[in-house]
């Protein structure tokens, strides 16, 4: 009998190859490279061709097991920390009241609609985790635009910092969301209570972490830098996951504050070293595990509402504060339609509401393919329009 080790590093070996021949050909064509990935991990699927591979050669090589789960954290908590290390306190410092306020009610708006909507048609646990994946900016999106099109001024300081900011407050809403989620009715006492201890303690954890963790990085010797990195990382992600948290916002809390530190440098080298490997197996392993064979009406009914409820709502939360930054009406919609595009934190809520048990089939291919749909739409909107940013 093969060991299902061998069998899963061979899979993820291929899903790697495969998701870097993806990424040449999104790169070639313009086109953003999660989408490549998403799309290699929805072919070589066990619903589709992976299983197809595995009848032929009568192994079940193409599988979601927990080793391939487990790179498939290691890819997200990685991602999110390499996100962290690029931001840092300076950033959203420079982001202002108005970027603060665009992120808070950008991410907040598409999930109080979403949510309140959904709550008519399903069950709460599933409105508040679809709420909760609306909110969130694909930041690594946004950037790859932004690079593409040459831009620099104030409205492109406004969409990286506030898009940097909404994942923050995304994240916390997806930890209230499954605190919400295994409520048996809706007590808005509760929901008070769960909102306010979510944040300060998110308060807290965050200054604390600011503080602390630079100062002592910057008595570290360079060699041993990288390896405290991840004992922190992975640390305060348990401490963070017990007291109810999703993963990732530790990840963004320690990439923000070894920012700060003076081995920033060398921890970005190394992170990258290893996103060129592990970094697109998040994206893959999403794909890989949503089935669109057996998605019905209903799933594709439920795709198309919520990316119409991403776009309009984001536009109605960002607008406003955009506007009140740049003076100019153009300018704005430029900013709004930038910060369409869900991508990895929108993609990791759906993965943990899956986990959680929280997600059926259907709901969870809908997430995904929101995903996909808002990212092509924000994408050929923004090249429409970033016109509209220069020199501003």
Do not use: C
């Amino acid at each position: 009998m093969i060991s299902e080790i061998y069998l899963s590093l061979l899979e993820v070996s291929i899903l790697i190859l495969f998701a870097t021949l993806a990424r040449s050909i999104t790169i070639k064509y313009k086109l953003p490279q999660v989408l490549g990935e998403l799309i290699v991990g929805l072919i070589i699927s066990p619903y589709l061709f992976g299983g197809i591979i595995n009848g032929i050669i009568k192994i079940n090589l193409f599988s979601i097991n927990d080793y391939l789960l487990l790179f498939s954290d290691f890819s997200v908590i990685l991602l999110i920390f390499s996100a962290g290390l690029e931001s840092g306190i300076s950033t959203i410092r420079s982001t202002g009241i108005w970027g603060a306020m665009g992120a808070t009610f950008g991410a907040l708006v598409p999930f109080i609609a979403g949510s309140f909507i959904l709550l008519f048609f399903v069950k709460s646990s599933v409105a508040f985790v679809m709420g909760a994946a609306l909110g969130a900016t694909s930041l690594a999106i946004a950037s790859s635009l932004i690079k593409e099109s040459n831009l620099k001024g104030k409205g492109v300081d406004f969409i990286l910092t506030a898009g940097a900011f909404d994942d923050v407050v995304s994240l916390i809403l997806l930890s209230i969301a499954i605190a919400l989620a295994n409520l048996k009715e809706i007590n808005i006492f509760y929901i008070i209570r769960s909102t306010s201890f979510y944040i300060v303690a998110w308060i807290i954890i965050f200054l604390v972490s600011v503080i602390l963790i630079p100062r002592i990085f910057n008595r570290l010797l360079d060699k041993y830098a990288f390896e405290l990195s991840l004992v922190v990382l992975f640390g305060l992600t348990i401490i963070m996951t017990a007291l109810g948290f999703s993963p990732i916002i530790a990840a963004y809390i320690v990439g923000v504050s070894i920012a700060e530190s003076n081995k920033s440098h060398i921890l970005r080298k190394n992170t990258d070293t290893l996103l060129e490997l592990f970094g697109s197996i998040f994206f893959v392993t999403i794909g890989a595990e949503t089935n669109l064979i057996n998605i019905t009406l209903l799933g594709v009914i439920l795709t198309l509402f919520l990316t119409l409820v991403a776009a309009i709502f984001k536009i109605v939360g960002i607008y406003p504060f955009a506007y009140l930054t740049t003076k100019n009406h153009k300018s704005s919609l430029s900013i709004s339609l930038a910060m369409i595009p869900r991508g990895e934190i929108g993609l990791a809520v759906a993965s943990i509401g899956l986990s959680y048990g929280l997600l059926n089939n259907d709901e969870f291919a809908s997430i995904v393919l929101m995903a996909l749909l808002t990212s092509i739409i924000g994408a050929i909107l923004f090249k429409k329009t970033y016109i509209y940013l220069k020199n501003k």
